[in-house]
């Protein structure tokens, strides 16, 4: 007979290693089911009524021109710092291509992912968090016996905004990054080329399937970081520790694909 | 369609569990249309469950809902201005949406379906708030109200699609006495003046008489009583008289 003082386990969590690691492999299946529906919902519903282009315009400021200090801020001393770092490694041979390696990381890769990882770890968590918050709150559900679709009413303008205001940011923070790299090279007496010297360098290096892969990644990031919030937003259980289980799991999905899709674009990239 | 007057609720066999623990198991509920049918059990009994179910926010794993005969996944399916009547629901949370201001929390399903022109949004949100005693209250945001006003612009909310089923989620929950009559007073005259079909979950004993057409009890995850409101107290039901008794009250 139980004892009332007996702990009563739940059946989800009984079971061995075997029973987790399934358990664990069906929730990771059922997050990209969740993920798909998220997408291809809001691919269906692309219209850009006059409703939708007010809240994306809404979002497109609060992901896009909220974010612009910080991008900033982190893209010039990305850029200083590859300046710094490159010249002292360059010191033995020639600084002189210190232009093109500062331009195709920042436009190739460092600008791209960093400014991913920005968006995810900013905007990406507000999104997860609000959506969060609405579930766990009914006001998803209150949108529903409204018959209000919450994919066209809340996923959509951020899917928009997200997918346009990261290729914009990519390309900010490229110029911002590449500035920072000619700060660093006018007063660093370490580094033993001009301004002029390093701008040369880099134009001649940089063409533009470079600024457009970047671009490209830029896109895709937009997609997966807007599409992951919304996904884990959309699917929170619980009260306030659900919406911060959510919004941590965004972010570190965003993290992950934002790399693993860096990956596959740059071997796409090279092969065509 | 008659706008003012409501609409039958039949709910047959429903069963749904959550993560192999049954929740409901077999509930039988026949709401008469325009009838305030008031749902009473203790906590964790699955009266909310079954209110969503009928809101259609849930899939039953067994059972049928209808709505005027109806089925109910028929019912959703319709997309919004094919429907033959329109249902609304009053969450325990009022889970009005906080960035916005009441007046576009009321008329949020107005203005998305672009079934009215803006004036006339203007006097249906004017008018729903003025009957929840809101009047001019539309340009405040949900933070800046309190509990009981935020469940009396929920309540506006619902009203303002002029719907034949209300649903109401523990409407009085952590209100003060006063406004827990306000909420009932308020229930009463939509059945007067609306005459829509109204399903209240509560534990609160003392509304269910108060504003009930009909009360049943829910345990166990079944319809253990049915009740004329006035008749609950001579039930010989011995969970509803234990409840009776655990609350005080005769009717």
Redesign the interface.
């Given at each position: 007979m139980t004892s009332a003082t007996e702990t009563i386990e739940?059946?989800?969590h009984r079971g061995g290693v075997l029973a987790r690691l399934g358990r664990a492999i069906l929730e990771i299946l059922q997050i990209i089911g969740e993920g798909a529906f998220v997408f291809f919902g809001a691919l269906r519903r692309l219209r850009l009524t006059v409703?939708t282009w007010e809240r994306m315009m809404g979002q497109l400021v609060r992901i896009g021109t909220d974010t612009l200090p910080l991008a900033f801020l982190v893209s010039l001393f990305v850029g200083m710092v590859l300046v710094i770092q490159a010249a002292d490694q360059l010191q033995q041979y020639t600084q002189a291509i210190l232009g093109s390696i500062v331009g195709l990381a920042m436009t190739k890769e460092l600008g791209p992912v960093i400014m991913g990882f920005l968006i995810a770890g900013r905007a990406g968590s507000a999104i997860a968090a609000e959506l969060g918050s609405?579930t766990v709150?009914?006001?998803i559900?209150?949108l529903?016996?409204?018959?209000?679709d919450p994919i066209q009413?809340l996923v959509v303008p951020r899917f928009i905004a997200m997918t346009l205001a990261l290729p914009m940011l990519i390309l900010y923070a490229d110029v911002i990054g590449i500035s920072g790299g000619a700060i660093v090279v006018s007063f660093d007496p370490a580094v033993k080329i001009s301004v002029y010297q390093y701008l040369d360098n880099l134009t001649q290096w940089i063409n533009m399937q470079d600024v457009v892969v970047g671009l490209v990644k830029g896109l895709v990031f937009g997609i997966i970081v807007s599409v992951i919030s919304c996904t884990f937003g959309l699917r929170t259980k619980g009260g306030a520790e659900g919406v911060a289980v959510s919004t941590t799991a965004a972010v570190v999905w965003s993290f992950v694909l934002i790399i693993i899709f860096d990956y596959i674009i740059v071997r796409l990239a090279i092969l065509f | 369609m008659d706008s003012t007057r409501g609409v039958s609720i039949e709910v047959s066999g429903l069963r749904k569990s959550f993560n192999g623990t049954p929740v409901l198991r077999g509930v039988d509920l026949r709401v008469a249309a325009g009838e305030i049918m008031v749902i009473v059990g203790g906590s964790g009994e699955g009266k909310s469950v079954l209110l969503r179910h009928i809101a259609g926010l849930e899939a039953p794993d067994a059972g049928t809902i209808r709505l005027n005969g109806m089925e109910l996944h028929e019912y959703l399916a319709l997309p919004p201005a094919a429907k033959p009547f329109r249902l609304s629901m009053v969450f325990q949370g009022a889970a009005l949406l906080n960035s916005l201001s009441v007046a576009d929390n009321v008329s949020l399903r107005l203005k998305e379906h672009r079934t009215h022109s803006r004036p006339e949004i203007q006097r249906i949100v004017a008018t729903c708030l003025e009957q929840v005693d809101l009047g001019g209250s539309e340009a405040k945001l949900p933070g800046e109200l309190s509990g009981g006003m935020r469940k009396r612009v929920a309540i506006a909310r619902a009203l303002a699609v002029e719907p034949q089923v209300i649903l109401y989620d523990e409407p009085t929950a952590d209100l003060d006495p006063i406004l827990t009559v306000q909420i009932g007073q308020l229930v009463k005259r939509i059945q007067d003046t609306r005459g829509a079909t109204q399903v209240i979950v509560a534990h609160d004993l003392a509304l269910a008489g108060e504003i009930g057409t009909h009360i049943a009890v829910l345990r166990d995850g079944r319809i253990v009583d049915y009740q004329p409101a006035r008749e609950l107290a001579r039930s010989d039901n011995p969970y509803t008289q234990e409840f009776l008794r655990a609350a005080n009250l005769k009717f």
């Open positions: 739940h059946p989800q409703r609405m709150n009914d006001e559900n209150a529903k016996t409204m018959d209000i009413f | -």
